[in-house]
């Protein structure tokens, strides 16, 4: 079955720090791949897309990046955090052909 | 995407069946409405989703008017732990452009059972 990892669970860092989150899906191959964020109390935020490796597209302009260095592996960066980047972001993956998303347990970040 | 509405907040009992409405009057007719709910803290969980006929599985039901103006999401027999926020999404499965994927998660109903 597919599991989807993504890490750290919390994380509290300082603004102007830089940032990386992962995410790792495991038993699947091609997966389509994306990150959201939910504010509090809000809904959620497509942040950005990846159909392949090395293929990421961005839905809002931000002070994130992401990349996919392999196939099952979405990374989301930030060379320096803003207060505004306080959220909880998730992970998600289909896979090309269905159309449910099933997300992984999340990243709580505060930025401070 | 078309939009919904849900109602903010709903209560059940335990036991009982949790009726969950969603409006969605200017879905268009290649668009499928899709369910999914948020517990505390975690990342949404797919419950279901269908085009116009009835679905069930091993979660919930899903009733869609044959207008297909609106729908119910029923729980049969609600838990403690089906307490959570739950999203009515309407969207039209496919690849390509820049919404490829992309859910569009509105404020959601509170589900509170209670004992």
């Known amino acids: 079955s597919q599991t989807i990892h993504q890490w750290p669970a919390t994380l509290v860092q300082p603004v102007g720090s830089p940032l990386s989150l992962e995410c790792t899906v495991e038993g699947t191959s091609n997966p389509n791949l994306y990150w959201y964020r939910q504010a509090a109390g809000r809904g959620l935020q497509l942040l950005f897309y990846s159909v392949g490796i090395g293929q990421i597209s961005s839905e809002v302009p931000q002070n994130l990046s992401a990349s996919r260095p392999q196939d099952r592996q979405f990374i989301l960066s930030s060379k320096k955090l803003l207060l505004s980047d306080s959220g909880f972001y998730l992970c998600?993956?289909?896979?090309?052909?269905?159309?449910?998303?099933?997300f992984g347990p999340g990243t709580r970040l505060l930025v401070l | 995407d078309a939009k919904t509405t849900q109602p903010p907040s709903m209560d059940c009992a335990e036991g009982r069946a949790a009726n969950l409405p969603c409006n969605h009057s200017t879905i268009s007719g290649n668009e499928y409405v899709y369910w999914y709910r948020q517990i505390h803290s975690q990342g949404p969980q797919y419950i279901i989703h269908?085009?116009?006929n009835n679905e069930t599985n091993e979660m919930a039901s899903l009733i869609i008017t044959e207008d297909r103006k609106s729908s119910t999401l029923i729980l049969p027999h609600a838990t403690l732990r089906d307490t959570a926020v739950y999203y009515c999404i309407v969207r039209v499965p496919g690849s390509g452009g820049t919404s490829y994927g992309k859910l569009t998660f509105g404020q959601g109903t509170i589900l509170t059972v209670h004992p």
């Open positions: 269908g085009l116009k």
């Open positions: 998600a993956w289909t896979v090309g052909g269905q159309e449910t998303q099933y």
